[in-house]
């Protein structure tokens, strides 16, 4: 099976600072990734697929860029609606396996 | 709008099992695969399934084997999840999810069910 590495687990930043949420595969997915918003007591939320694609009505200030192992989610500008966990998913040859979380907290 | 809908919250003995079901609207069931995701309390997400509302083929995450079967009713676009041999450790809030790709294909999962909480006591 294929693994997937987040870090950091914990991110605390302000608003209006510009976050970057790394996700490693341990083994070549190409651009099957995707990204996914959680918070507390509702479902994920998809926010970009095949690695930089954002999502219908997802705000431009996010942003995704990798492939092959190594994936980057970035924040440009913190807004107080973007405190939630993250969750890396590749979806490779119809396997799927998510990241452990990173929970972007307020500083 | 496209929405799946799913039962209402379980309470399980140990070795029971349970059914959870999901209501597909909105859109062409028979179009996109529907996995199931759980999520153990303050935990992360696992892929357990999937099952192709067409032809009824499924694929189970080896974990879940000979322990999960998923079936779906096109006539009331409606997809089931059935977890047997239930554990403490199965305590779980349980997502339908559509693919977000027309199959055969697969992408990632663009739809969530509201999810259904099992617990299964110790």
């Known amino acids: 099976d294929i693994q997937m590495t987040q870090s950091p687990s914990t991110l605390s930043a302000s608003v209006g600072d510009r976050v970057t949420i790394s996700c490693r595969a341990s083994q070549s997915i190409g651009t099957w990734l995707a990204w996914y918003q959680q918070k507390p007591g509702k479902a994920p939320k998809l926010l970009i697929y095949k690695a930089s694609i954002l999502e219908t009505g997802v705000p431009s200030r996010f942003s995704g860029s990798g492939s092959g192992t190594e994936f980057t989610l970035t924040i440009s500008s913190l807004q107080p609606d973007d405190f939630a966990t993250y969750y890396c998913q590749q979806y490779n040859s119809f396997s799927y396996t998510f990241g452990q979380g990173t929970k972007l907290e307020i500083k | 709008q496209v929405q799946l809908v799913q039962s209402g919250a379980e309470v399980k003995k140990p070795g029971a099992s349970v059914k959870v079901s999901c209501k597909a609207s909105?859109?062409?069931?028979?179009?996109?695969?529907i996995h199931w995701v759980r999520q153990a309390p303050g935990q992360g997400l696992e892929w357990m399934g999937w099952?192709?509302?067409?032809?009824?083929?499924?694929n189970y995450a080896q974990k879940f084997q000979g322990r999960v079967t998923m079936t779906r009713d096109t006539s009331i676009t409606t997809a089931y999840m059935d977890l047997s041999r239930l554990r403490s450790d199965d305590t779980a809030i349980y997502y339908c999810?559509?693919?977000?790709?027309?199959?055969?294909?697969?992408?990632?999962?663009?739809?969530w069910g509201q999810g259904t909480m099992v617990t299964v006591p110790s």
């Open positions: 099952i192709s509302p067409n032809s009824g083929d499924t």
């Open positions: 909105g859109y062409t069931f028979s179009d996109y695969y």
């Open positions: 999810v559509r693919d977000g790709a027309v199959a055969p294909k697969n992408d990632a999962f663009d739809i």
